[in-house]
């Protein structure tokens, strides 16, 4: 009695079954070819024939091939929307061979490296939206994987936004906040505008060629020369060079990145993925107020929360903080003890006429790099007049100006180390913020297990 619904299931053109989509898509020229009519009909064949079966059989029937033996479940009906087809030609092949050799090679193998802490929330973010998981390798040739990158154009971060679409697609950017720079707000983004892009043109390549050089662009080329094969408006040059490269470029990379052992890649350690806990900060808070606070240093917060340009937090705005995993209630209890007026340790400055950036760090005790670093890497040969510009104070600059230090009992010699008595009330915390250090580096200093001290501990503050 099975024999009828075995014929009835392999009746017409056989199928291609899709691997499972999360083990990632496998593509070849007879897959890009299937006619979703084939599919359809060959569901609904399947489906009656499986239904004429009394119950006895057709629990049989199951037990031997499973519900979906023809693996129509893995086959969506609209293919194309969730696969790049990788085509191999002279202009792919131009740029594997950039990639795995000379400079090209080495950049790449940043890139794999870098991917490692993005990858697997770009590919699920891409499940999430049913668009194709290797989107991750246009992040890869926009960007390098690197969430601060900047370009002439003013694109900005992992997929180089400009304002105006970040914008479009719901992303803050302001002197405060500049979430281009944000991996996962960026990709939400990122996911959207590509998935329309899609829609418009039916196409991957000719949606990846509209990402890079705007959608009005493609369009008209297509006008121009009647094709919507995003070859032949390569061939055609209606696309500027850069476009006309970029394709080529992601199947590339794709391709390189899919098969790295067999590039010469294998040897690669991608980055661990990012983690993190989120707390909230209610108002306007220095990053190394933040890191003392979280008992981690500044870098880490800086790697973790990229979309605060100024390195400090709106003011007047409760926002997201993350912190590294399992510092969220260390965090929240510290934080608590930092007055509203110790939050912030940075000044603004307008810049007048004739000043430089040596002349402005002089004046408020401080460094070029430290000025460049907390105001988008800015140039000194560019400054503006009127321009504002955030200065962060030093520690040993904040510590004597805040009045704040309390005659206590101390060891010291000149220049040599400083050892303190510790009395009630004090933290280890309070400890390193009043003397200008971190709690981890007073907790190395000192060979403490944990960071509790007790009144009558003797401190060493300084080596």
Known sequence: MLLPLVAACSTGPAPVIAPD?????????????????????????????????????????????????LGLSRRPVNTARYEIPLEMNEQVERWVEYFTTGKGRERFAIYLQRAGRYESMIRQKARDAQLPED??????????????????????????????????????????MDERR?????????????????ERFGSWYLAAAAYNAGPGRVSRGIRRTGSDDFWDLSDARVLRRETRNYVPKLLAAATIAR??????????????????????????????????????????????????????????????????????????????????SERVTWLEHRVTRGQTLGAIANRYGTSVTAIRAANNNVSPRRLQIGQRLVIPRSRAARVASSGTSRARPTQS????????????????????????TS?????????????????????????
Not at 136 to 165: C, D, H, K
Not at 182 to 198: C, E
């Open 259 to 340: 098969n790295a052992e067999r590039y010469g890649f294998g040897e690669v350690e991608p980055m661990p993925p990012l983690e993190f806990d989120v707390v909230q900060v209610p108002d306007a808070t220095s990053f190394d107020v933040l890191a003392d606070a979280a008992e981690v240093t500044e870098a880490e917060i800086r790697d973790l929360n990229p979309h605060f340009p100024r390195q400090v937090t709106p003011p007047d705005r409760e926002v997201d903080l993350r912190v590294p995993v399992g510092q969220a209630d260390i965090f929240a209890a510290n934080y608590a003890r930092v007055p509203a």
């Open 135 to 176: 989107l991750l390798y246009l992040a890869m040739i926009e960007s390098g994987m690197n969430p601060n990158a900047y370009s002439r154009a003013r694109a900005v971060g992992l997929w180089q936004f400009i304002a105006s679409t970040g914008r479009a697609y719901g992303l803050e950017i302001s002197y405060w």
């Open 439 to 463: 709690t981890r580096t007073l907790m190395a200093m000192n060979s403490l297990g944990s960071s509790v001290i007790r009144p009558g501990d003797r401190i060493t503050v300084r080596r």
């Open 413 to 436: 010699t000149p220049d040599g180390p400083l050892t303190i008595t510790v009395r009630r009330g004090d933290t280890l915390w309070a400890l390193a913020r009043e003397y200008g």
């Open 21 to 69: 989509l999360a083990q990632g898509p496998v593509v070849g020229p007879e897959l890009a070819a299937i006619d979703s009519t084939v599919i359809e009909q060959a569901t609904g064949d399947a489906e009656q024939a499986i239904e004429s079966l009394d119950e006895a059989t057709r629990r049989e029937f199951y037990s031997l091939f499973g519900s979906d033996p």
């Open 182 to 198: 944000d991996p996962f707000r960026a990709t939400d983004a990122a996911i959207a505008h590509l998935g329309d892009l899609y």
